[in-house]
């Protein structure tokens, strides 16, 4: 059965974990993880190269060696007779001085190797990752896991979906996923890939790691679960491999302790046959993870429906062309999706073309994507240049494009004026996004609310209205869920959903929080237009009722 090669956090987690590291935050945007394929068949071909010298090398090692021992044998069959003679006795001497300085030049300076060196530190510097990189991989696959409730049997197994098959994982490779989760002190997931890797040690015929090791991080993460008694097994279990650590032994004197102590408390805890109770290894949250909110957003990622529709037999496809003559001839493919908030997608509004331009253009200057910074020394917007802060709950890439960027960039932004019937002039630019390992970015508004006072210039007034653009299709995940009207849009390339962030009394609608669900397989490309409210007084006018949408 031929393998084909398609993108996958498991096998890119894998291929980060055997290079040496470099640069950072290739974990953001899949088209810099191209790249780094590329990189590997150049490395592949360096390694051949490399490999070919070194051969031609150890053939003369060999070829020394073979000599050594031919001559060995042949003189001590009769050393007496053999070193009686003169030459053969020069000989010996020569052979282990000068002749010797030779061989050890030959074995301790391989000139080959700084060949190689040189041009892998070049490949390096331009491609190979930095520790961020491998870590960020490491934390998406398990917020994957999290986010679609995948078990750690599947993901080890190859099975991360249906669309997407990766190497079996073996036993070091799930110890490194649980020994990240391990320093993060995210004793959840070590427990879980601990013992994943316990199971693929078990089973492997080649063992890729030592069992202790396992134990020894596995028993650590069992404690802090609350296991006392499975703890307590494991540690017996590793002393027997290793009996003289110290530690081990120490913690072992510390759990007879905590079992002896729960035992004078409730007697019957275990029971009469002696099975160790049920294992506890609770998901961990913080006041938001539990809040009804995140609950909702994982729940619709998931498919899962959270909350009943309403007016969907109002809902309907029309042509739409706002009448302006741009759209007139050719009007826009128009699917209403909700009412109040109006929430409209917008099909086969960009051409395959359109969309092969904006990603040229935008992949060489893809940053990482960064959120509002309320200070007055952070442009967040309006110059074409983004802004914000870093943040973990956005993983993505972007770039932003002006409309003097090229005749496409100007004709978009013309067709997207046509079909809102907004003014451009506050607008900010195209900013292209492009979602790496895993990316994401959790629930959120696109206006400021009243507290932020800073994130905006005041010429520009607050964001509007929002036109979201697919660039790309997605195998799974990847989907913009609004968390508060249980409504979940996939990406279809070519599409763009838009939708008012703000109520006609000028006012934030709340309902508008929406989030991108991480990408599961498959990768994400997405545009996004933001319109200001400053001159727009005419084309979206105060309505008569606080609460009136559209």
Not at 25 to 48: G, S, W
Not at 114 to 126: G, R
Not at 176 to 201: F, I, P
Request: proline share 3%; glycine share 6%; with cysteine.
């Amino acid at each position: 059965m031929k393998y084909q090669w398609c993108y996958n956090p498991v096998t890119v987690l894998i291929l980060l974990s055997f290079l040496h590291i470099a640069r950072s935050e290739i974990f953001t945007a899949l088209v810099h993880m191209e790249k780094l394929l590329r990189a590997e068949r150049t490395v592949a071909n360096d390694i051949r190269a490399f490999v070919t010298k070194e051969r031609q090398r150890l053939d003369k090692l060999t070829s020394i060696a073979d000599d050594y021992e031919n001559h060995s044998i042949e003189a001590l069959q009769d050393t007496e007779k053999h070193l009686s003679n003169p030459v053969n006795a020069f000989l010996l001497m020569k052979r282990f001085t000068t002749d010797w300085y030779k061989v050890k030049e030959l074995i301790e300076q391989n000139s080959t190797s700084q060949d190689i060196t040189a041009q892998l530190e070049k490949t390096e510097s331009e491609s190979f990752p930095e520790i961020e990189d491998l870590n960020g991989a490491a934390a998406a696959l398990l917020r994957l896991q999290d986010t679609y409730d995948i078990p750690t049997t599947k993901i080890a197994g190859g099975n991360l979906s249906k669309v997407a098959l990766s190497p079996e994982m073996t036993a070091e490779q799930c110890f490194e996923l649980g020994r990240y989760a391990y320093l993060q002190k995210d004793w959840y997931h070590t427990l879980m890939w601990m013992q994943e890797s316990l199971v693929q040690y078990e089973n492997e015929p080649v063992k890729t790691i030592s069992k202790h090791l396992i134990l020894d991080h596995m028993a650590f993460a069992t404690t802090m679960q609350g296991n006392v008694h499975h703890a307590y097994s494991l540690t017996n279990e590793f002393l027997t491999l290793t009996p003289n650590h110290q530690r081990a032994l120490s913690n072992k004197k510390y759990y007879e302790k905590m079992i002896n102590e729960e035992n004078e408390k409730n007697p019957r805890r275990r029971g009469d046959d002696g099975d160790l109770p049920a294992i506890k290894n609770e998901r961990p949250t913080d006041s938001y993870k539990s809040s009804e909110e995140f609950i909702n957003y994982e729940q619709l990622c998931r498919g899962v429906t959270t909350v009943k529709q309403k007016y969907l037999s109002k809902l309907k496809c029309y042509y739409a062309h706002n009448n302006h003559p741009l759209l007139l001839i050719q009007p826009m493919k128009a699917e209403d999706v909700h009412f109040k908030p109006w929430l409209v997608i917008y099909h086969d509004i960009l051409s395959d073309e359109e969309i092969k331009n904006f990603k040229t253009t935008a992949s060489p200057r893809l940053q990482r994507s960064g959120v509002f910074k309320l200070d007055k020394d952070n442009d967040n917007t309006g110059n074409g240049k983004g802004g914000g802060q870093v943040a973990a709950f956005r993983t993505s890439q972007g770039a932003w494009l002006t409309s003097e960027e090229n005749e496409i960039t100007e004709s978009v932004n013309h067709r997207v004026a046509a079909l809102t019937g907004l003014n451009l002039e506050t607008a900010e630019d195209l900013q292209v996004v492009n979602y790496g390992i895993g990316g994401h970015y959790e629930p959120h508004y696109d206006f400021a609310r009243k507290e932020e006072k800073t994130a905006f210039r005041d010429e520009l007034g607050n964001r509007i209205a929002t036109m979201l653009f697919y660039m790309s299709d997605v195998e799974t995940g990847g989907a913009t869920v609004f968390v508060n009207l249980g409504l979940r849009i996939f990406p279809r390339k070519g599409t763009a959903v838009f939708w008012y962030n703000l109520l006609k009394s000028g006012e934030g609608d709340y309902t508008t929080r929406h989030a991108a669900c991480p990408v599961l397989t498959g990768t994400k490309w997405v545009m996004n237009k933001w319109f200001h409210e400053r001159g727009q007084e005419f084309k979206r006018p105060c309505g008569i009722n606080e609460n009136e949408y559209k």
